[in-house]
T-cell receptor, first 116, second 118 residues
């Protein structure tokens, strides 16, 4: 079945440590996204990538980094510079805008990061 | 930047009844897409329904329908014959154009938590 796989589902980190969240998709989508979800805040865009080897900052990119070396993969690193990293992180993908003008996103099941 | 506002943090409905969730948005674009996503306790985001701004007819998917008022920038979701499985967080979203690249992202509201009681 096609879909998006995020790992790990739950992650605990000590303050000052970097952590990388994995996101893999087999939907053959060109675009991939990372959103952060906090209670009462909705979903906020961290980074997005429309094509391999290219990515752009979203609304809350500070303290995060990404790479897009393969079409299928878009890992997110939460660095020690991120002041409030405890959150639920959602990865999503979509077709290239020329192929699907709606912009519909397909989501993974999310990763819950807790900083101790 | 486009903003999406969901003014009801929580709503409650009895089984088999109808409930309407509100959403307003702000944009200067003439063509765009709007979405409702559902996030059950599993936290998997599921597309409920979408609407293209150019289409006059309100979208419908089984028990889910929208009331799209373009001039008022309003996009409410109506759930008919509510079921226990409808209990979830519902997010309204607007498709925005990304800066500097040819592509889109979704801007989300803060969500409405729907409780369904027997």
């Amino acid at each position: 079945d096609g879909g998006i796989t995020q790992s790990p589902k739950y992650l605990f980190r000590k303050e000052g440590q970097n952590v990388t969240l994995s996101c893999e998709q087999n939907l053959n989508h060109d675009a991939m996204y990372w959103y952060r979800q906090d209670p009462g805040q909705g979903l906020r865009l961290i980074y997005y990538s429309q094509i391999v080897n290219d990515f752009q900052k979203g609304d809350i990119a500070e303290g995060y980094s990404v790479s897009r070396e393969k079409k299928e993969s878009f890992p997110l690193t939460v660095t020690s510079a991120q002041k409030n990293p405890t959150a639920f992180y959602l990865c999503a993908s979509s077709m290239r805008f020329g192929d699907d003008p709606t912009g519909e996103l397909f989501f993974g099941e999310g990763s819950r990061l807790t900083v101790l | 930047a486009q903003t999406v506002t969901q003014s009801q943090p929580e709503m409650s409905v009895q089984e088999a009844e109808t409930v309407t969730l509100s959403c307003t948005y702000d944009t200067s674009e003439s063509d765009y897409y709007l979405f409702w996503y559902k996030q059950p306790p599993s936290r998997q985001m599921i597309l409920v329904i979408r609407q293209e701004a150019y289409k006059q007819q309100n979208a419908t998917e089984n028990r889910f329908s929208v009331n799209f008022q373009k001039a008022a920038k309003s996009f409410s979701l109506k759930i008919s014959d509510s079921q226990l499985g409808d209990a979830a967080m519902y997010f309204c979203a607007y498709r925005s154009v990304l800066r500097g690249v040819s592509g889109y992202a979704l801007n989300f509201g803060k969500g409405t938590s729907l409780l369904v009681t027997p």
